[in-house]
Each structure stands twice: as C-alpha cells, then as structure tokens.
C-alpha cells in the first residue's frame, strides 16, 4: 500500500514538473504575440494595458519559482496542483480583461485549465477548475454589466461588450463550453483511471506467469537433483540412528538432520505444486474423512509426533459430501496444518473443524476451517499472506500458503473460497468453504 501511495505521488511530482515548465513558455507564447499583434502599439498606445500584461507575466514566473520550491520539498503535491489550477485561471482571466473582455478569445483558455486539472487531479481537479473559471468568468462579466469594472482606459470601448442583454449569449456559451470541458476531462480521468488500475492487473499477472515459468523451470530441475541425495541422507540417518553404538547426543543430531532433509523436500515438493498447477477434478469428495485424514498424519509429524503441538479433529463423524478435487483439497488442508503447527508454540493445539451451517441461507456450504494459537497476523500481513515468497517467519520462503490461495481460487467454480482472521484469542485461522451442491457436479 504504501509503495502504491509512493508510486502515485512520483507520478504527480512528475505531472506538475511538466505542466509547470509548459506553463511558462505557453504564457511567453502568448504574451508575446499579445503585445506584437494585438497589441501592436507598444507601451507608448496601450501603457495600461502593457502594465497588466507584464505584471500576470510577472506574477506567472514568480508563481513557478514557488511551484519548484515546493516540488523539491515533495509535500503537499495535491494541494500544490489545485493551487496552480487555480492561478492559472486568475491569469487567464486578466489576460480576458486586456484582450476583449466577455467575447475575447482567450475564454477557451477556462476549459484548457479544465483539462489541465484533470490530467493532475482527475475528476476533482477538472471540477475545481471549472468552478473556478465559472466564478471569475462571470464576476468579470458581472463587473462589466453593473459598471464596477471598466474597459482599460488605453483601449477603444466599442470593443468592449458591457451590456447585460449583450453580455448573455457569450455567457452562456462560455460557461455551457467550460462545463462540457470539465465533463469530459473528468470522464476521461475516471476511464484513464481505471484502464490504468487494469494495466497493473495484467502487468501483474504477467510477471506472477513469467515468475512461475522460471520457478517451474528451476523446480523441475532441482527435484530430481536434490531429491536423490535427500533420499540417500534420509535411509543413511535413519540406519545410523539404529547403531547403539550411538550417544544420545549422537541421535539427536541424527534427528536434526533427518528433520532438516525433511524440510527440504517439502520445499522443493511445494515449489513444484505451486509452479505446475493442474486443473481441479469436479467430484464428490467426503471432507469430513479427508480431515480426520490429515489430522492423523499430522499427529506423525516431527513436532506433533513429538508431544510439542497437537493436531485434533472437531467435526461430524458422518459423511459430509462437498464439490472439489480430493486430492488438491487433502494438499490444502495439510498445507494449512503444517503452517499452523510451525507458528505455535511449544504445547499449543491446532484445531481442524468441519463445520456444516444451518439454516436454508447457508446449508449449501461446508466450511473447513485450521485454527491455531501463535502469534496471530498483523494487517500487514493478513492482506500479503497468500503472497508467494512472503512469510513471517525465519525459516521458509513462503510457498505453501500461496499453493492454498491458487487451490481454492482454481475452485471457485464449484463455489468455494478462502478466508483467514485472527479470533480474539489470539493465533490464526483459515476457513475454506465449499459448496455441498454435489447435484450441479459435471460429469
């Protein structure tokens, strides 16, 4: 999340630096031709005049030696662009004072702002621009009407319109043409903001592909290479653990070694899994037995075998008949278990419940669901859990709760989903709910 935020204000950093420096020539441009074209006389036949124009390029420069103060500083970024947004439509309408007033030419200039402010702040900067050019717009031709504002006094007043049934049709037009702008702008902004969140979907997805491809390249050549030597350690441990020529000391480092190869093929079997993924087989499959399954070989494992943690089974002891694949649902839910065993603590218990819902809203599911007592999961890492190659722990790359997430996602047709919390007593619990539907299975 905060990469994102990172990633976004870089982009407005950048998006203000270009429309800062295109500022400034754009009002050379045109204060320039200003004076050499329409204003042909110079300071000596339009003196007033002239002064306005210097003083707005004046003041434009000084604002832009601010905007680069503040954009070094790097604060603020939002409020920096609504500021511009609003300056340049001050500028614009002085530049409309000198150049014509309500018919003048520089009104598009309004709805140029418009989308300016869309490309900084979306539809929020397309909306404050267009309000913005609206009001001063219509104060001006407001002042003009009511006589609060004069035509500059070095300029001929027939070129001026300061009649309000004069006055209302370019009003009109003006203020219909810098809504229609702001519209458009900020629909555009909306559309371009969500292609854009779409790209980094598939941008996403193509680099998750790209690095599955090269994790199953490299799985599938390191399996066969690791795999042989850890079988020949394992039989090698395991025979000379059998010696009594042997200390206790001896054993136990007997058994690490063993506990350590085992590790290590789990590893290399969770790659492979993650990195070559099948399509689930849409059966009837009885989970309440596959659970009580798991649960048994959990209670073999190293640690629980060991009377460190324990693995128990809290369900019906009954068929209970769900739609998915049994053997990647039996993967998942010893996934899930291994996990939890590794993050308790010394005499903790992890718990498997098989759990039918009552009530007709619900009855079409079944949820299984591994509970454990560790530390629990901070939001941080309640939102990246399912991320391969991110764990919380010391050991481990992070493999296994990711084969879980793309399991179940690969189920979701059959109905089924993930979800994992941390209860109010602490540690960590995965739900997995599938559908009990088994009438709808494809044949």
Known sequence: MKLGITAQADGLATRLAWITALRLGFLLLLLGALATSYLRGGLEEYPYTMRIVFLTIGASFALGAA???????????????????????LTWTAIVYVSGGATSGATSFYALTCLLGAILAGE??????????TVLYGILCAAFALHWLLPPADQAAANYVVEWRELFYP???????IGVVALLAGYLAVRLRLTGGALEDAQRRALEAERLAVLGTLATGLAHEIRNPLGSISGSIEMLRESTALSMEDKQLCDIVRREAARLNNLVTDMMDYAKPRPPK?????????????????ARSERSGAGDVTVSYDGPSDATLARCDGEQMRQVLWNLVRNAVQASGAGSEVVVRVVVPTGSASA??????????????????????FDAFYTTR??????????VKRIVDDHAPF????????PDGGGARFTVELSTDVGRRTR
Do not use: F, M, W
């Open 67 to 89: 905007y680069g103060v503040a954009l070094r500083r790097g604060q603020d970024l939002r409020r920096l662009a609504l500021a511009q947004i609003v300056c340049d439509q």
């Open 415 to 422: 109905g089924a989903h993930i979800d994992v919390d941390s």
């Open 394 to 403: 010391s050991h481990g790359v992070g493999i296994g709760l990711a084969v």
């Open 171 to 177: 009003l009109l037009v003006n203020l219909l043409g």
């Open 124 to 133: 929020r900067g397309a909306a404050v621009a267009a309000a913005v050019g």
């Open 282 to 298: 849409d059966e009837v499959v009885d989970v309440a037995s596959l659970a009580r399954e798991v649960v048994a070989l959990a």
């Open 364 to 385: 079409k599911t079944v949820a299984l669901s591994v509970q454990d007592r560790g530390p629990g999961l901070p939001v941080e890492a309640k939102e990246r859990i």
